[in-house]
């Protein structure tokens, strides 16, 4: 059976908050780093078809329609296929376990209606593809070992009778309407036996049914009760998902490599703990309730912190057991999605000064005192050499919220951030009475916003550019009334709100900069619509008053999702989904426009939001 690059949006996500793994359409997992958000993968045919590795579970006989949905607040995914000789369920989880080497992926095929003949191969790829491994029969599972250096293995074992050949695993077999076949893999130390072929049917039912049972009790926490449920609630299973069980740290995106533009060079890896998007989350899970998750991930900071010699160590991003070192490097033998090379792993931007990472956790850390539970002096202390560094260090130059690989510059998102690392900290410690030296943050503060609303507007353009001196726009900018820096009825601020709907917005899709009037990235290729400046755009829209012409552009928005409502990082030209995917910002964004909707939208069923 031919095995090609399949769309982006193919794909749904299921993980155990250690791990996640994509899963096609077509009943394939072609992606899966294992058994670590950042492990190497030993599945990887969404990078390469031939060489990256796959697990492939379909009908022998030709597919009419394919059919996915999630079961209803589960991580738990559902794979339909439709045939002329019935419908086959296939099911796919990973169950939830406090400990990472434990890993396990479970795949459950059930014929509904009809008889079926389907086909299997198991071909794993070790070390992204670099390793060969070696396959044995040991009693009824079939062990597979890398050849490499990093010595992985796991377990095979299924309730059908499989034959190895050439080191992979391959299966045909006809079933009958009513009858199952199971199959796991699961990590295993080398001197470990685990379950066996005996007891699968009995936990494959076991681990569904906890898995279930695991998500449906953590959505239930959730306090949102908006118009738009649904997706809110699969927003928020999406970014626990990426959120480490062990660590407390969530990853950006659950992928690394998938291309901003198919072909072209802007290929990253984004399974790391980006400090920014690590805190947006947080804020979207105290929006939700879900006090627990940030409290985790201020441990995790905490950590963090202990390794700090001053507050200028914090790096923008860290591997998420907090690892500091993440060489960049290219993975030369593989080809990329649709020859999108090069395929990167690691990223060499967590050496990059970006000031900005500063206001964004402040800021959470302000709202989780408010909300989540008072932080101790103790943290406190941390957080205050994070401002003093802020109000030393805001007028110097940095990479910016895009991290452009080019010279630094003076870039506008960053001094709004800086002014939010000042500002969110005199709230801290004047409701808290804690020690800090106010007068002159408060002085540095008011010079910052001084510096914004004076230098950082362009006369000629009418509106706040990208950076000091630009002529250029960028939608980073929708964060100013968010932060509330500026009030939605700032005149400055709704002249640049003309001028970003003028020129970089398209119906409800945003694009986060003009390449070609000559905004700052460092590289050449074109990119799509940002979907996150999407739902910043549609928060400033309701915030500003023009409420039914946010809530228009919302739910055109939620067209653009995936089949399962996943959105990746962009949107290109013909509509599919582009970057690493699913995103963490776009989903925490969209969080966000809806709570500000259900509050402004009046009505039954509004929602009071209590978050300012």
Same mark, same amino acid.
């Given at each position: 059976?031919?095995?090609?690059?399949?769309?982006? +949006?193919?794909?749904?996500?299921?993980? =155990?908050?250690?791990?996640?793994?994509?899963? $096609?359409?077509?009943?394939?997992?072609?992606?899966?780093?294992?058994?670590?958000?950042? $492990?190497?993968?030993?599945?990887?045919?969404?990078?390469?078809?031939?060489?990256?590795?796959?697990?492939?579970?379909?009908?022998?006989?030709?597919?009419?329609?394919?059919?996915?949905?999630?079961?209803?607040?589960?991580?738990?995914?559902?794979?339909?296929?439709?045939?002329?000789?019935?419908?086959?369920?296939?099911?796919?989880?990973?169950?939830?376990?406090?400990?990472?080497?434990?890993?396990?992926?479970?795949?459950?095929?059930?014929?509904?209606?009809?008889?079926?003949?389907?086909? !299997?191969?198991?071909?794993?790829?070790?070390?992204?593809?670099?390793?060969?491994?070696?396959?044995?029969?040991?009693?009824?599972?079939v062990f597979f070992r890398s050849k490499g250096t990093d010595g992985y293995q796991f377990r095979f074992i299924s309730n059908r009778e499989v034959q190895l050949q050439d080191n992979d695993l391959q299966g045909e077999w006809t079933l009958q309407q009513?009858?199952?076949?199971?199959?796991?893999?699961?990590?295993?130390?080398?001197?470990?036996?685990?379950?066996?072929?005996?007891?699968?049917?009995?936990?494959?039912?076991?681990?569904?049914?906890?898995?279930?049972?695991?998500?449906?009790?953590?959505?239930?926490?959730?306090?949102?009760?908006?118009?738009?449920?649904?997706?809110?609630?699969?927003?928020?299973?999406?970014?626990?998902?990426?959120?480490?069980?062990?660590?407390?740290?969530?990853?950006?995106?659950?992928?690394?490599?998938?291309?901003?533009?198919?072909?072209?060079?802007?290929?990253?890896?984004?399974?790391?703990?980006?400090?920014?998007?690590?805190?947006?989350? !947080?804020?979207?899970?105290?929006?939700?309730?879900?006090?627990?998750?940030?409290?985790?991930? @201020?441990?995790?900071?905490?950590?963090?912190?202990?390794?700090?010699?001053?507050?200028?160590? @914090?790096?923008?991003?860290?591997?998420?057991?907090?690892?500091?070192?993440?060489?960049?490097? +290219?993975?030369?033998?593989?080809?990329?999605?649709? &020859?999108?090379?090069?395929?990167?792993?690691?990223?060499?931007?967590? $050496?990059?000064?970006?000031?900005?990472?500063?206001?964004?956790?402040?800021?959470?850390?302000?709202?989780? =005192?408010?909300?989540?539970?008072?932080?101790?002096?103790?943290?406190?202390?941390?957080?205050?050499?994070?401002?003093?560094?802020?109000?030393?260090?805001?007028?110097?130059?940095?990479?910016?919220?895009?991290?452009?690989?080019?010279?630094?510059?003076?870039?506008?998102?960053?001094?709004?951030?800086?002014?939010?690392?000042?500002?969110?900290?005199?709230?801290?410690?004047?409701?808290?009475?804690?020690?800090?030296?106010?007068?002159?943050?408060?002085?540095?503060?008011?010079?910052?916003?001084?510096?914004?609303?004076?230098?950082?507007?362009?006369?000629?353009?009418?509106?706040?550019?990208?950076?000091?001196?630009?002529?250029?726009?960028?939608?980073?900018?929708?964060?100013?009334?968010?932060?509330?820096?500026? $009030?939605?009825? +700032?005149?400055?601020?709704?002249?640049?709100?003309?001028?970003?709907?003028?020129?970089?917005?398209?119906?409800?899709?945003?694009?986060?900069?003009?390449?070609?009037?000559?905004?700052l990235d460092g590289l050449d290729d074109e990119e799509g619509t940002f979907s996150l400046c999407s739902f910043w755009y549609i928060e400033n829209l309701s915030k500003s008053g023009q409420v039914e012409k946010a809530r228009l552009h919302f739910e055109?928005?939620?067209?653009?999702?995936?089949?399962?409502?996943?959105?990746?990082?962009?949107? &290109?030209?013909?509509?599919?989904?582009?970057?690493?995917?699913?995103?963490?910002?776009?989903?925490?964004? @969209?969080?966000?426009?809806?709570?500000?909707?259900?509050?402004?939208?009046?009505?039954? &069923?509004?929602?009071?939001?209590?978050?300012?």
């Open positions: 059976m031919a095995h090609d690059y399949l769309p982006i +949006e193919d794909y749904g996500l299921i993980g =155990n908050l250690h791990t996640v793994a994509l899963v $096609s359409r077509h009943g394939s997992i072609d992606y899966l780093p294992f058994t670590r958000f950042d $492990s190497p993968t030993i599945f990887a045919a969404l990078l390469d078809k031939e060489k990256g590795g796959y697990w492939h579970i379909a009908p022998l006989a030709e597919v009419e329609r394919y059919k996915q949905q999630y079961l209803p607040d589960t991580g738990v995914l559902l794979t339909r296929f439709y045939t002329q000789d019935g419908i086959a369920e296939l099911t796919d989880f990973m169950p939830v376990k406090r400990r990472e080497h434990n890993c396990a992926v479970v795949r459950q095929l059930k014929i509904i209606k009809g008889q079926m003949t389907f086909t !299997m191969q198991c071909r794993p790829r070790f070390d992204y593809a670099r390793a060969g491994h070696e396959a044995t029969q040991k009693d009824e599972a009513g009858e199952t076949a199971a199959f796991a893999i699961e990590a295993v130390p080398q001197d470990e036996t685990g379950f066996t072929w005996q007891d699968l049917d009995h936990y494959t039912q076991q681990a569904f049914t906890a898995t279930v049972a695991f998500w449906r009790d953590w959505i239930d926490q959730s306090t949102y009760k908006g118009r738009w449920r649904e997706i809110v609630n699969r927003s928020a299973i999406t970014l626990k998902m990426m959120t480490s069980l062990e660590h407390g740290s969530t990853i950006a995106a659950a992928t690394f490599s998938l291309p901003e533009t198919i072909g072209g060079k802007r290929n990253w890896d984004y399974r790391y703990t980006w400090i920014r998007d690590a805190a947006f989350t !947080m804020y979207a899970f105290l929006r939700l309730g879900f006090t627990a998750e940030a409290r985790h991930f @201020l441990v995790w900071l905490m950590e963090r912190c202990k390794n700090m010699q001053q507050a200028s160590d @914090l790096q923008l991003m860290y591997a998420v057991d907090g690892e500091t070192k993440l060489e960049e490097i +290219e993975l030369s033998h593989l080809e990329g999605y649709k &020859g999108s090379a090069p395929v990167r792993i690691g990223n060499a931007a967590f $050496s990059q000064f970006q000031l900005d990472i500063y206001g964004e956790l402040i800021d959470t850390i302000y709202l989780y =005192n408010k909300h989540g539970g008072p932080i101790t002096y103790e943290f406190w202390k941390n957080v205050r050499l994070f401002v003093d560094f802020v109000v030393d260090n805001w007028q110097r130059k940095d990479h910016g919220i895009w991290e452009v690989r080019h010279e630094q510059q003076h870039f506008l998102f960053t001094k709004v951030m800086c002014w939010v690392a000042i500002d969110r900290g005199i709230l801290i410690a004047r409701a808290r009475s804690f020690p800090a030296p106010l007068e002159r943050w408060q002085q540095v503060r008011d010079e910052i916003y001084r510096e914004v609303y004076d230098n950082y507007w362009n006369e000629e353009k009418q509106a706040f550019v990208q950076y000091k001196g630009a002529s250029v726009l960028d939608a980073s900018v929708l964060l100013m009334t968010l932060v509330r820096m500026f $009030s939605p009825a +700032e005149p400055r601020w709704q002249a640049t709100f003309k001028a970003i709907e003028e020129n970089l917005v398209t119906d409800a899709l945003v694009y986060r900069y003009d390449l070609k009037k000559g905004a055109k928005m939620l067209g653009y999702a995936n089949h399962l409502g996943l959105f990746s990082e962009q949107i &290109g030209l013909q509509g599919q989904l582009l970057g690493n995917f699913p995103q963490a910002f776009t989903h925490l964004a @969209l969080i966000s426009a809806a709570y500000q909707l259900d509050r402004d939208l009046p009505g039954e &069923g509004q929602h009071k939001n209590t978050y300012v």
